[in-house]
């Protein structure tokens, strides 16, 4: 053999997927692609992706779980866990007893938490305090248009939702930022110092209240959101209200080949992971899809992948087969559908480019996620690398490796150790993405599609 033929038949020469798409493929792309725009726009916070993901089941036949319910294969189910994260199903042909395929990502994104007690005022500019949730760079939420998203719990018991900022008519909300002319002693400090997170704060507004009397600019401000939402101030101690980017997805690049939008991480997996599911029917094991919380603070909590929600939904099903649980899990594989870093040549001394995923290489298979020394990695196994590997081979799936920058720059976790430690086979999966965690992420249109592509294959493996 030539030594071209030699390096052709040994060497592996990742390419770029535009090279394999056909045209009507980048017509389905696109067409996904803004299916799953139009979802972003709806669901910026894990209650409304929940609650989206309900509705949307719904229209396509799945009903809710009950324990003790009887299934039978082609019955799908799903499992709204009070209304944070969902868990649904399709049954298969076979036995749970052999084990499901299963695909899991997070609808919850870095993001301003607002405080219990967050209405204040000061200087006749009335504000409301955060706490930031999740990884972020603080001073990157300063000065860009904030929408307030979420739900209040009123005393009589009605749950009130909020959205303001959203709407062209809405006003939007922001936090200021010092003056450059001002700024010698702040350009000094390094950028987790140039913000503190106790001066996140946004403003509500400015008019006060005519008349006499102290703090009238929040007097005014608590009676506007009484007149819209029936508000009173001891009704934020019962809400779950959130400052995220305001704004639509929105296509990016003269070439609309990219997707800039806040919350990629993860919705972009999770809504690979429904729409791959809704498009099945009767496949050969039970096809489950996870949407969970609390990824971004570790996935604790009641709603997160750490709870026993999950056991709850599949050892309900497992029940109504008469098959244990464990035995189940046991038998089973998950595709942990997560984001990776897409390689940014601004930064590329962060990343080892050879084990980096790139734009436009398909859906990222990371064998390890982890920090330096792989810690909190599950660290996929050969075999289960190499199911991902026939798996994607046999539905033309089009894929990359991806390692989470240089060994000792850094790192991060997903579900995946979660999903192993109930000892179910584990892979992460998912769409590079620019920018991680900042208000403002970008991810690749043929990434997006072939991702979905790829959680379809392991709803059918």
Not at 285 to 300: F, N, P, W, Y
Not at 351 to 363: A, I, M
Not at 423 to 446: F, R
């Amino acid at each position: 053999m030539t030594n071209e033929e030699l390096r052709e038949s040994l060497l592996a020469a990742p390419k770029n997927g535009y090279t394999r798409l056909t045209d009507a493929q980048k017509e389905e792309m696109n067409a996904y692609c803004k299916r799953y725009a139009a979802f972003m726009d709806q669901c910026k916070m894990e209650r409304e992706a929940t609650a989206w993901a309900v509705a949307e089941a719904e229209k396509n036949g799945f009903k809710p779980f009950s324990k003790n319910m009887s299934v039978k294969p082609g019955d799908k189910i799903y499992y709204n866990n009070r209304g944070k994260s969902i868990a649904l199903a399709v049954i298969g042909q076979e036995s749970l007893e052999q084990g499901a395929n299963i695909c899991a990502a997070h609808v919850d994104s870095p993001r301003l938490d607002i405080k219990p007690n967050p209405l204040y005022e000061d200087s006749e500019i009335g504000y409301l305090k955060t706490h930031y949730y999740g990884g972020i760079k603080k001073y990157q939420w300063l000065t860009i248009p904030l929408a307030l998203h979420g739900v209040v719990y009123r005393q009589d018991g009605t749950v009130v939702p909020v959205t303001i900022g959203e709407d062209e008519s809405d006003p939007i909300l922001v936090i200021s930022d010092l003056l450059i002319h001002l700024a010698g002693d702040q350009m000094q400090k390094n950028a987790a110092q140039v913000i503190a997170g106790e001066q996140l704060n946004v403003i509500m507004g400015t008019e006060p209240l005519q008349g006499e009397g102290s703090d009238l600019v929040k007097l005014n401000i608590m009676k506007l959101l009484n007149e819209k939402y029936g508000l009173i101030e001891s009704d934020f101690l019962s809400a779950e209200l959130t400052l995220v980017p305001a704004g639509k997805c929105r296509e990016v690049g003269l070439d609309r080949s990219l997707l800039g939008a806040y919350g990629h991480d993860d919705r972009v997996c999770a809504y690979a992971e429904l729409e791959a599911l809704f498009s099945i029917e009767n496949p050969t094991k039970t096809a489950v899809c996870i949407l969970a919380d609390k990824e971004e603070i570790g996935s604790v909590g009641i709603s997160g992948m750490q709870s026993h929600f999950f056991e709850h939904f599949m050892g309900g099903l497992c029940d109504a087969q008469g098959v244990k649980l464990e035995d189940c899990f046991a038998a089973s594989f998950c595709l942990s559908a997560d984001v990776s870093n897409a390689f940014d040549p601004n930064f590329a001394d962060t990343c080892d480019k050879r084990n980096n995923s790139q734009l436009n290489y398909g859906v990222a298979i990371c064998k390890y996620t982890g920090s330096r020394g792989k810690g909190g990695a599950s660290d996929a196994s050969a075999e289960a690398m190499g199911h991902i590997r026939t798996t994607f081979a046999n539905a033309n799936v089009i894929w990359q490796i991806a390692t989470l920058g240089k060994v000792d720059q850094g790192g991060g976790g997903t579900v995946a150790a979660y999903m192993a430690n109930r000892n179910i086979v584990t892979v992460d999966a998912g769409v590079p993405v620019l920018a991680m965690h900042a208000p403002l992420e970008i991810v690749s249109k043929l990434d997006c599609y072939e991702t979905m592509l790829a959680c379809k294959a392991i709803y059918m493996a």
